[in-house]
C-alpha cells in the first residue's frame, strides 16, 4: 500500500524555498560514495544533495512536480510510505536539511570548521541495552512538561517553558484521524526544526472531531485504521517526533474496547521506532456515558505510556449555575479514582490556562471563556475585590454590570501551584497546560517559584 502521506503539505509546510539569514558556506564532503555531492553550511545546519540521504541505506527518494519524497517502510508494518520534506534552494540547486534529517536517514556526521569539511558515515546499528533494575525515583529533567499549542505559535526563542525543569513537549494540534487519512492535515517544518534546535520535543495531536457516529464507524474499519497508523508512524519517524497525543473525546461507551484495540493497534509501530503515545482522559464520571464511560483506562495502560487527565470543564461550559472549571478539591477527590485504575506513573495531570465567566441568575446562567491573561483587565474593569475559596483552592470573583450578575472561579498562579502540589502527593509523572496563548506572562516562572517539584517515588 502506498499512502501519499501529506498531499495538501505544499502550502502548509512551505516545502520549497526557505529564506535563510546567513550566507551559505561552501563545505567539502568526505564519506563513502560523496566526493561528487556538494553541501553548504548555513544558520548552524549543513545542507547537502538530497541523494546523500539515500546513503544510510534507509530511505528512498523521488521527485514529482518539484516536490520531494522520501520512500520509508516503518518498522513493524509492511507497507512501504511516502512522505514529503521540504528543500531549499541555494546557488541555483536544491538541498535538503542533513542536521534534522540525518538522524531518521541513518547517517552520522562529524564538522571540522578550520577545514570546512563534512564527514558522513552511515549509522552503525544500536547495540540492545542490557535490562537494569528500574529506578522508581523520577528524574526532574525527564519529567513530562506538555504544552497543547494548538496553532503552531510557542516560540522556543522566548524560553518561557525553560522556567520549569522537565521534558519539554510542545503538542500541536494537527487535525483529525480522517485529516491522517486524506493528507490534509497541519504541517509547519520551520516549527519543528525550531523545536529541534531548542531541544524540545514535539508530539502533535489528533483528535475525533468528537462525533460519535463517524468515530464509532472508523473504530470498526480495520482497513481505514490500517492507512492512519502507517502514515502517522512513517511521518513520526522521517520527522523524528516524539510520539502522538490522541484526544478522542465523545465516543459511544459500547466502543470502548474497540477504541482500546486501536490503540492497541497503533502502539506497536510507534514504539518500534522509538516514539510515545498518549491518551486524553477525562476523570471518571458514572453519569457521563460519552465523555467518560468511553474509556478502559486500565486495558489503555497497557499500550499508552502516558494517560493524560484533562482536569478542567469541572463546571461545564453548558452549566446553568456558576463555578469552578479546574478546583483542588474536584482533582483530589478525582485522581485516586484514576490511580486505582491507572498506574500513577502513567498519569499525566492536564490543567488549564482558561476559565469562564458565568452571568445571569442561577438556574439561568451562560458562560464565556475567559483566557486566564485577561484576568488583569477583567479586575481593573470591574473593581471587584477576589474572595479565596479555600476548598477549591481558588480567588472568586463576583460583580453587577447592568444589573446582571457575573461569577467567576480565577485561575492564576496561586491556584495553579495549589493544584501542582498534586502531582508529588499521588506520584504522578508529570503536567501539561492548556494551553499556549491562553497563559499570564511568566507563569511558568511563576509556577516554579511557587510550587514543589520533588519527584514522586
Request: no cysteine.
Given at each position: 500500500m502506498l499512502n501519499k502521506i501529506a498531499a495538501a503539505l505544499a502550502a502548509l509546510m512551505a516545502v520549497s524555498s526557505v529564506s535563510l539569514a546567513q550566507s551559505p558556506v561552501p563545505v567539502k564532503l568526505k564519506g563513502d560514495g560523496l566526493q561528487d555531492f556538494s553541501a553548504y553550511e548555513m544558520d548552524g545546519s549543513f545542507y547537502t544533495a538530497p541523494?546523500?540521504?539515500?546513503?544510510?541505506?534507509?530511505?528512498?527518494?523521488?521527485?514529482?512536480?518539484?516536490?520531494?519524497?522520501?520512500?520509508?517502510?516503518?518498522?513493524?508494518?509492511?507497507?512501504?510510505?511516502?512522505?514529503?520534506?521540504?528543500?531549499?534552494?541555494?546557488?541555483?540547486?536544491?538541498?535538503?536539511?542533513?542536521?534534522?534529517?540525518?538522524?531518521?536517514?541513518?547517517?552520522?556526521?562529524?564538522?571540522?570548521?578550520?577545514?570546512?569539511?563534512?564527514?558522513?558515515?552511515?549509522?552503525?546499528?544500536?547495540?540492545?541495552?542490557?535490562?537494569?533494575?528500574?529506578?522508581?525515583?523520577?528524574?526532574?529533567?525527564?519529567?513530562?512538561?506538555?504544552?497543547?499549542?494548538?496553532?503552531?505559535?510557542?516560540?522556543?526563542?522566548?524560553?518561557?517553558?525553560?522556567?520549569?525543569?522537565?521534558?519539554?513537549?510542545?503538542?500541536?494540534?494537527?487535525?483529525?484521524?480522517?485529516?491522517?487519512?486524506?493528507?490534509?492535515?497541519?504541517?509547519?517544518?520551520?516549527?519543528?526544526?525550531?523545536?529541534?534546535?531548542?531541544?524540545?520535543?514535539?508530539?502533535?495531536?489528533?483528535?475525533?472531531?468528537?462525533?460519535?457516529?463517524?468515530?464509532?464507524?472508523?473504530?470498526?474499519?480495520?482497513?481505514?485504521?490500517?492507512?492512519?497508523?502507517?502514515?502517522?508512524?512513517?511521518?513520526?519517524?522521517?520527522?523524528?517526533?516524539?510520539?502522538?497525543?490522541?484526544?478522542?473525546?465523545?465516543?459511544?461507551?459500547?466502543?470502548?474496547?474497540?477504541?482500546?484495540?486501536?490503540?492497541?493497534?497503533?502502539?506497536?509501530?510507534l514504539h518500534d521506532n522509538g516514539m510515545k503515545l498518549t491518551a486524553d482522559i477525562t476523570v471518571y464520571n458514572a453519569g457521563s456515558p460519552t465523555w467518560s464511560l468511553c474509556y478502559d483506562r486500565t486495558a489503555l495502560s497497557e499500550y499508552c505510556d502516558y494517560e493524560i487527565i484533562m482536569g478542567y470543564d469541572e463546571t461545564p461550559r453548558t452549566s446553568k449555575y456558576a463555578g469552578s472549571v479546574s478546583s483542588y478539591s474536584w482533582l483530589d477527590k478525582n485522581i485516586p479514582v484514576l490511580t486505582a485504575m491507572v498506574p500513577p506513573e502513567k498519569l499525566i495531570l492536564g490543567l488549564p490556562f482558561y476559565t469562564r465567566v458565568y452571568s445571569g441568575n442561577p438556574g439561568y446562567m451562560t458562560s464565556k471563556t475567559l483566557a486566564m491573561k485577561d484576568e488583569d483587565s477583567l479586575l481593573r474593569k470591574t473593581h471587584a475585590k477576589p474572595v479565596w475559596q479555600p476548598d477549591a483552592r481558588q480567588y472568586t470573583l463576583t460583580w453587577r454590570e447592568r444589573g446582571i450578575l457575573h461569577r467567576v472561579y480565577l485561575e492564576e498562579e496561586k491556584s495553579l501551584a495549589a493544584k501542582v502540589e498534586l502531582l508529588s502527593k499521588y506520584h504522578l509523572a508529570g503536567l501539561a497546560f492548556w494551553r499556549h496563548g491562553f497563559e499570564m506572562d511568566d507563569i511558568y516562572g511563576k509556577l516554579g517559584e511557587r510550587a514543589s517539584f520533588s519527584p514522586g517515588v
Open positions: 541523494m546523500v540521504l539515500t546513503k544510510g541505506g534507509t530511505w528512498k527518494l523521488s521527485w514529482e512536480k518539484d516536490h520531494l519524497y522520501v520512500y520509508v517502510t516503518p518498522k513493524g508494518l509492511p507497507a512501504e510510505e511516502k512522505v514529503e520534506i521540504p528543500y531549499t534552494d541555494i546557488n541555483g540547486g536544491k538541498y535538503v536539511d542533513l542536521s534534522y534529517f540525518g538522524d531518521a536517514a541513518g547517517l552520522t556526521y562529524t564538522y571540522k570548521d578550520k577545514k570546512k569539511e563534512l564527514t558522513i558515515k552511515k549509522m552503525k546499528p544500536a547495540k540492545k541495552q542490557k535490562n537494569h533494575k528500574k529506578d522508581n525515583s523520577m528524574d526532574l529533567s525527564s519529567r513530562p512538561l506538555v504544552l497543547w499549542d494548538v496553532n503552531f505559535l510557542y516560540d522556543p526563542d522566548k524560553g518561557s517553558l525553560d522556567s520549569l525543569e522537565g521534558n519539554h513537549i510542545l503538542s500541536p494540534s494537527i487535525g483529525s484521524y480522517g485529516d491522517m487519512e486524506k493528507g490534509t492535515y497541519k504541517w509547519d517544518f520551520s516549527y519543528l526544526k525550531k523545536a529541534k534546535d531548542h531541544g524540545l520535543s514535539v508530539m502533535p495531536l489528533i483528535h475525533n472531531d468528537f462525533e460519535v457516529k463517524k468515530t464509532a464507524a472508523f473504530m470498526r474499519d480495520e482497513k481505514r485504521q490500517d492507512r492512519v497508523i502507517s502514515t502517522m508512524a512513517a511521518l513520526g519517524e522521517v520527522y523524528g517526533l516524539y510520539g502522538y497525543n490522541m484526544d478522542f473525546e465523545n465516543m459511544d461507551p459500547k466502543d470502548k474496547d474497540l477504541y482500546t484495540a486501536f490503540m492497541k493497534k497503533l502502539s506497536a509501530p
